[in-house]
């Protein structure tokens, strides 16, 4: 089993452009989760999914979007980048809400 | 809004010693779990103990939980290099209808040689 992966690992992005941060599990799990840390602030939750077609807002859910398509697959989208956005952003999955979560590796986005 | 935090902010201690690192929460909760983060990399899940249980033993790890005082400890025995890591508390917020995992600042945890 490969866990949780994200891509990319790391990107540069200048103000106002969009991207999409791709996330893929590999172990049936319904629930999947992106979170967002910063210096000092530890993780906040920004859209969570129990199921696919069922997505949600988490704390701070401005600026982003998700979609479940899969239940593999829950990318986030960035519409259009900002300074503020410039995080290590993370996946993450559980059996179920409120479970064990399993990590990705993280993506370190700058925005200039 | 962060419903744990951990305590201290940051512990340095010798190898072979034990660490303890704290955790405070706001509301009932259905559990509480504790993770590890190596520098540069994603959490990774330690023990989970549930609102029914005050205490859970995994290895060198022993978590408490005293939800009177809404609080939790993480004790690490017999400390490794390899412990250098930084540790956060989780909880939900069943209270207010959240299931969704809520992370504290963490406590940065150095373990000299």
């Known amino acids: 089993n490969a866990g949780v992966t994200q891509t990319p690992k790391f990107q540069v992005l200048k103000t106002g452009q969009s991207m999409t941060l791709q996330c893929a599990q590999d172990m049936n799990h319904e629930y999947m989760s992106w979170y967002r840390q910063d210096p000092g602030m530890g993780l906040r939750l920004i859209h969570y999914?129990?199921?696919?077609?069922?997505?949600d807002q988490g704390e701070v859910p401005n600026g982003y979007n998700v979609s479940r398509s899969t239940t593999e697959d829950f990318p986030l989208r960035l519409l259009s980048a900002a300074p503020s956005q410039t995080s290590v952003y993370f996946c993450?999955?559980?059996?179920?809400?409120?479970?064990?979560?399993?990590f990705g590796s993280g993506t370190q986005l700058s925005v200039l | 809004s962060q419903q744990g935090e951990e305590d201290p902010q940051a512990l340095s201690i010798q190898e072979g010693e034990n660490a303890t690192m704290n955790c405070s929460y706001k509301?009932?909760?259905?559990?509480l779990q504790w993770y590890r983060q190596n520098s540069g990399r994603g959490l990774v899940h330690l023990i989970l103990?549930?609102?029914?249980?005050r205490e859970k033993h995994s290895g060198r790890l022993r978590v408490t939980l005293d939800t009177s005082k809404k609080s939790s400890s993480l004790l690490i025995t017999a400390s490794r290099a390899a412990d250098t890591a930084s540790y956060f508390c989780?909880?939900?917020?069943?209270?207010?209808?959240?299931?969704?995992?809520?992370f504290g600042k963490g406590t940065k945890l150095s373990v000299i040689p």
């Open positions: 509301t009932s909760i259905n559990n």
């Open positions: 989780a909880t939900d917020n069943p209270g207010a209808g959240s299931y969704q995992l809520t």
């Open positions: 999914s129990v199921g696919a077609g069922i997505t």
């Open positions: 103990i549930r609102s029914n249980e």
């Open positions: 993450a999955s559980s059996y179920s809400t409120g479970g064990k979560l399993f």
